[in-house]
């Protein structure tokens, strides 16, 4: 690989896994600080970008953002509340809200499979415009994506040193503890839930507008690509604040969207795509583990070479 076509990987990497990373803070939100799996994160990406582009499409890119994080609560209050309220498993709450929002997604873009914005104003266009005659021109993708990255890292690291945002990291570890200290845990559950769909919707939202359109299956398997991430950076950067655990999971998305743009250039077909996913989800879960057997297995292998050299000695 060449260095311009390097240099090309490397640029496509860091814009969509600083777009992606901000899902992977919404699963950093809701799986490690609530303890709840959200399979719901593929239609409320959808849900976002659907929501994003209609609204960008009617001529308001500024509002297409507040919109689709409004969009992305609801879906992240329904979660909460079939959970909280209804007795649901956590994980098929998330399948029986990821299923039913495929319908509410088509019936967002009126009933068509995709919208397209090539002749439409959004945020990037925007910012294009602004940046031009500058350092940064025709570096608008990366622009945008960075400062909503920056801005949600720092608001979530506050959010989760306020009273509230306790309250939701004891939730996940100690839902007991919690209701004896007079803390509901349902709101707490709730209001976890509902900001971290609001970054996933945002993320979609800026997926869409910055590939200038937005079809129903645009965050298929995205739940996927978040979770590795997140176990990615975790792996990484190990325990530590909260600003360096959330700089993890930004670091992670690049990483794999990293590992994605370079089995492209490698002329792997699309199809093995979810297979790279898998593989990556694999190693980044059993990493940590074989890392903590690795002296075990190292012992082991050099008695079993000590008795194997006695043996030919002998």
């Known amino acids: 690989m060449n260095p311009s076509a390097l240099l090309v990987v490397g640029q496509t990497a860091l814009e969509l896994g600083l777009i992606c990373s901000l899902t992977v803070l919404a ?24 929501v994003g582009a209609m609204t960008a499409a009617a001529g308001h890119p500024l509002l297409s953002i507040p919109a689709a994080m409004l969009a992305g609560m609801c879906s992240g209050f329904v979660t909460a509340l079939l959970q909280t309220k209804m007795g649901i498993n956590s994980l098929l709450a998330g399948i029986i809200v990821n299923t039913g ?16 914005l090539n002749k439409k104003d959004t945020i990037f266009t925007m910012v294009k415009g602004a940046l031009t005659g500058t350092a940064l021109e025709g570096q608008q ?8 990255v920056i801005l949600t890292v720092l608001l979530l690291t506050l959010f989760l040193s306020t009273r509230l945002g306790l309250a939701i990291r004891a939730t996940g570890d100690n839902p007991d503890m919690v209701r004896s200290s ?20 945002l993320s979609g939202c800026l997926m869409a507008q910055s590939q200038k359109q937005a079809e129903i299956n645009i965050g298929s398997g995205m739940v996927t690509i978040a979770l590795a991430s997140l176990l990615i950076g975790a792996t990484l950067m190990g325990r530590g604040s909260i600003l360096f655990r959330a700089a993890g999971m930004v670091l992670g998305a690049f990483l794999f969207r990293l590992v994605y743009a370079v089995a492209l250039q490698l002329d792997m077909p699309a199809f093995m795509l979810k297979l790279v996913s898998s593989v990556i989800v694999v190693l980044a879960i059993s990493l940590p583990y074989l890392k903590e057997q690795w002296p075990m297995l190292r012992r082991r292998l050099a008695y079993r070479t000590a008795v194997s050299s006695g043996k030919g000695g002998t």
């Open 182 to 201: 007079s803390i509901n845990p349902v709101f707490t559950t709730i209001v976890g839930l509902c900001a971290a769909n609001a970054l996933t919707a």
């Open 101 to 116: 929002l495929y319908s509410v997604n088509i019936a967002v873009m009126s009933g068509a499979p995709n919208i397209n």
């Open 27 to 50: 699963l950093f939100l809701s799986y490690s600080m609530l303890n709840v799996c959200d399979l719901s994160t593929d239609g409320c990406f959808t849900l976002g970008a659907a």
């Open 141 to 148: 993708n990366t622009v945008v994506a960075a400062a909503a």
